[in-house]
C-alpha cells in the first residue's frame, strides 16, 4: 500500500489558471511534509516543509497547507515557468522521507 | 555553498560492467543519501549516511550494490554486474539533520545497454 499517494497523476492548465495539487498520506506519527519541484533531468528543488496540521506557507505562487491526512499545493495564477513535476514526501519516525510519484504540471500560455 | 555535487552527470555501460558514482555534499552537511528514480516515479530511498556511518540501507540495495562515505565527506556508489534494471537516475542528497530538509544534486543517469 503506497504511504504518499498524489493527485492528480498530471495537470494541464491555462496561464493564469489557478488550481490545486493533492498530496495524501498514511504514515502514523508524521515528522514533517515536504514539497519539491523537479525539471526534467535535474534533481528535485527543494520548496517547502510543514510540520503540523494547519500549518502553511507561501513562496511567490505557491501556498502549501497540511491537514492530518493530507497537504495541497495551491497554485495561483500560474506561468508558463511553473511547469514542472511536484513531489510531495513524508518523513516518519527515523531519517528517511517517503515520496510520492509526483504531479506534472504543464501550463499552457 | 555550491550545493550539492554529482558525477558523471551521465553513464552508459554494458551489462555487466562495473560502474560508480560519486556525491559530494553541501559542505558542513553530516547526513548523506541515496535514492534512485525511474521514468514517472518519485525517488526512491536506498541508504543514508550520518558522517561515515551507513545507518539504513534499503533492501532495494541488493548485494551488487556498495556504499561508502570515507571520512564522512563525499559518498560514492559502486554497482557490480549491472543489469538492465539498474537503469535509472541515481540521485544524492544532504542534510544538516536540521528539520531534515534534504537537498538534492542533479543526478547521474545511468544507462545499462
Known amino acids: 500500500e503506497d504511504q504518499v499517494t498524489q493527485s492528480p497523476e498530471a495537470l494541464r492548465l491555462q496561464e493564469g489558471e489557478s488550481s490545486s495539487l493533492n498530496c495524501s498520506y498514511t504514515v502514523s506519527g508524521l515528522r514533517g511534509l515536504f514539497w519539491y519541484r523537479q525539471d526534467p533531468g535535474k534533481g528535485p528543488e527543494f520548496l517547502f516543509t510543514l510540520y503540523s496540521a494547519g500549518e502553511e506557507k507561501e513562496k511567490e505562487r505557491l501556498k502549501a497547507t497540511l491537514t492530518k491526512k493530507e497537504s495541497f499545493l495551491h497554485i495561483t495564477a500560474p506561468k508558463p515557468e511553473d511547469s514542472a513535476t511536484y513531489l510531495c514526501?513524508?518523513?516518519?519516525?527515523?531519517?528517511?522521507?517517503?515520496f510520492g510519484k509526483g504531479t506534472r504540471l504543464h501550463i499552457l500560455p | 555553498d555550491t550545493g550539492v555535487s554529482q558525477d558523471p552527470r551521465h553513464k552508459i555501460t554494458k551489462r555487466g560492467q562495473n560502474v560508480t558514482f560519486r556525491c559530494d555534499p553541501i559542505?558542513?552537511?553530516?547526513?548523506l543519501y541515496w535514492y534512485r528514480q525511474t521514468l514517472g516515479q518519485g525517488p526512491e530511498f536506498l541508504t543514508y549516511f550520518q558522517n561515515e556511518a551507513q545507518l539504513e540501507k534499503s533492501r532495494l540495495l541488493s548485494d551488487r550494490f556498495s556504499a561508502e562515505r570515507p571520512k564522512g565527506s563525499f559518498s560514492t556508489l559502486e554497482i557490480q554486474r549491472t543489469e538492465q534494471g539498474d537503469s535509472a537516475m541515481y540521485l544524492c542528497?544532504?542534510?544538516?539533520?536540521?528539520?531534515?530538509?534534504?537537498?538534492f544534486g542533479a543526478g547521474t543517469r545511468l544507462s545499462v545497454l
Open positions: 542528497a544532504s542534510s544538516s539533520g536540521r528539520g531534515n530538509i534534504q537537498y
Open positions: 514526501a513524508v518523513q516518519e519516525t527515523d531519517d528517511k522521507i517517503i
Open positions: 559542505s558542513e552537511h553530516n547526513r
